[in-house]
């Protein structure tokens, strides 16, 4: 951390920059496809400068906003939950396929879409989900280089900051946000590159040791994740398809890999609340047989979590797995995000859904097929939930059977 | 004119409506392509309301920032001036091929570019409108039912009013949107209904009267336009390929037609600037030969123009001419808007580039060979110029070549 005391205006440059520099690192002479929410147009117009400055041909901006997406609810007829921008994501896919790069903002109103139908939020997301998929699969596989980073809106810190004014919440969370995303640091790119590392050399222990699965013990939790066959465990910087390495989560404190669909079993609880569409999950609790859950349940938010399961077969399987230590500044920081990009840094978790085909050796040449036979699970949806907690202990299953500690009371063992 | 006084929320609501139920009329069921400078966002919200409750299955909306526009000019290598964002121009010729309609709102900064050089402005819009080509063609065909309405913007408003206050300024713009607009009506819907009966019936004399030329004389202007075979008069009420009749620009008060390519002599000076391409142009005179244009000047904007011209082979001939009274209510209010939907209404004009296929009568299925036989023209570009005034007479050219007058000092003869 710095000891001069920095202006905000300072402070958001040095996040763009991060995000540029960092995260999505565009080439000289590429497109970058940028989505943001329309509150962060002062970071966008950062991030599109440093892109600029480095080299981007086009930065164009695709920026989202919340009462326009509610006015369908509030407004629509009811045959209009059936439909998703298939134009738009077309377009993109064009995109990328042509090598652009893509940029995300984060900053949704976590509760945007509370008090509305479960079943329009359902049947949106899934046609949301169905038209995206071939934009999604480009970006899971890092055919090309991408980056999520973040920005503190009103909302979102209203709902982590409920109790304090709106300009305390939104400094709270810019605060939060800056040091997440080691902004704040002296030389943000040294520090990441400091991380990159250790991130780096927690992937080379992992990879060495070739687990067949872990298990998850702690309290409501008593969980086994096989792993795919010829897993790799992934985490910090990634190498894109187009030759360009790259950090895809400012921030990112996770090394993740691909569990084998078919062989996960016991019950979980949920250590965090889950933001989902619009929605906050709290208290999930499930329970998986030979991979599939069997059992779904939350204390709030029932109805969108079955809807979620139910979106089609693969949903109701897990497509990724994350270690993180509970000491990890995210954790550290004591805080409920409802942003899973920052709460899934906080906790070990798993995801339902699609799998990384990087997280499984000569994956991304691999067909569906040849990836279900190794174990990665297909979907149109990755819905990433935290399991991890300082009560939490992990062991590492060997080929031969033994258990080995992984992380003892969330901590690396 | 109402009595009583509305609120600005009320008027701006009305407006929406105008936008909606007037202009783009979707149809239920139909995806909408909403393209808005950022700073529209509470009008973007009003129209999306007003779209769905009308029946749109999804609005999804493109806000532009005028700053990232002119971020790629201050930081871009120089590089990055021959790229277009392709890729969203092919979703949205995809989204219009599959019927969404089109929904724009104008109210860009009218000298966001001016000191920027003029070759990359240039190359920028050549890119660009090569990209957008199988858009624009989309659109000028009316395959499907689009609308241009406004919005007043800071920038805008100062360019127009730079002797008022930031808050005054915006007002007075508003004021003029809204009464042009016809949002003011005590029913803008009826009263919209009444104004294009009184277009269609002007449209119906001038397709009667079948001119071979129009000839407009004036001060810096001696003009002989030929109109193309076949050509039909067009203005307010369109009806898309799609079956939808809308009302493309609001506000309007022109009837045009496409002239005949090859049969333009003479020269011409523009009666208003124009705003083109962040840049505003004054004191334009051009001379034609053979329809083509051999020599054309500006006091200010000289090198814009040429680039303009020199774009392709097309962008040196006519692909529309107007006629608008100088009576209209537009030119009444006295007021130059530096924007093409507003001051192309206050005056008669003429545009360089692509022609509109439905003013040739079976044009719309015609191929461009068979377009260019009845003299229409074919460009990447179209960029409508004012050469009406007060002091202009125009006459209509019969096929025997008598003349007869079509406009005395600006008005109907």
């Known amino acids: ?27 000289v002479g590429q497109q970058v496809i940028l989505t943001a929410p329309v509150e962060a147009l002062p970071l966008v117009r950062l991030i599109t400068e440093h892109a ?26 009811d045959s209009a939950f059936d439909v998703a921008p298939d134009w ?10 042509n090598n652009a790069a893509r940029m995300a903002i984060s900053g949704e109103n976590p509760g945007l879409l509370s008090g509305q139908d479960p079943a329009r939020i359902s049947r949106a997301a899934k046609a949301r989900g169905l038209a995206y998929k071939p934009v999604s699969e ?30 305390r919440a939104l400094n709270k969370l810019w605060d939060a946000i800056f040091k997440a995303s080691r902004a704040d640091a002296d030389d943000p790119v040294a520090a990441w590159t400091e991380h990159n590392n250790t991130l780096l050399a927690r992937r080379k222990i992992l990879n060495d040791k070739r687990y067949s699965a872990l298990h998850f013990r702690g309290p409501g939790t008593d969980l086994v994740v096989g792993l795919a066959d010829d897993h790799r465990w992934a ?14 989560n400012i921030p990112t404190e996770e090394v993740f890999t691909t569990p084998h669909y078919k062989r996960v079993d016991g019950y979980v609880s949920s250590t965090k609340p889950l933001s989902l569409q619009g929605n906050v999950l709290e208290g999930i609790r499930v329970r998986f047989e030979g991979g599939r859950i069997v059992d779904a349940r939350a204390d709030k938010g029932q109805a969108v979590l079955e809807k979620l399961i139910q979106t089609d077969e693969g949903a109701s399987y897990l497509g990724e797995v994350a270690l993180v230590p509970h000491s990890s500044p995210i954790s550290a920081s004591g ?15 798993i995801a339902i859904g699609q799998s990384y085909s990087k997280c499984i050796a000569d994956g991304r040449t691999m067909t569906r097929e040849e990836l279900a036979a190794k174990g990665g699970n297909h979907s149109n949806v990755h819905v990433d939930w935290m399991i991890g907690s300082g009560q939490v202990d992990i062991d590492g299953i060997t080929a031969d059977g033994a258990a080995e500690p992984v992380m003892r009371k ?3 063992a």
């Open 1 to 27: 951390m710095s000891k001069t005391k920095r202006s905000f205006a300072a402070r958001l440059d040095r996040l763009a920059q991060v995000a540029v520099k960092v995260g999505l690192r565009p080439a």
């Open 52 to 77: 600029y400055r480095e080299g981007a041909s086009l930065v164009t901006t695709l920026l989202d906003d919340g009462q326009c997406a509610v006015a369908r609810y509030k407004y629509g007829h």
């Open 88 to 97: 738009l994501f077309a377009g993109m896919e064009h995109g990328f396929k």
């Open 138 to 167: 480009l970006i899971t596989s890092s055919a090309i280089n991408w980056n999520i980073s973040s920005c503190a809106t009103l909302p979102w810190a209203k709902m982590m900051f409920p109790e304090l004014s709106d300009k």
């Open 235 to 248: 985490g910090g910087l990634s190498e894109a398809a187009n030759g360009i390495t790259f950090n895809p």
């Open 335 to 349: 805080l409920l995000f409802y942003n899973t990009l920052y709460d899934e840094n906080a906790a070990c978790h």
């Open 410 to 412: 969330g901590e690396w």
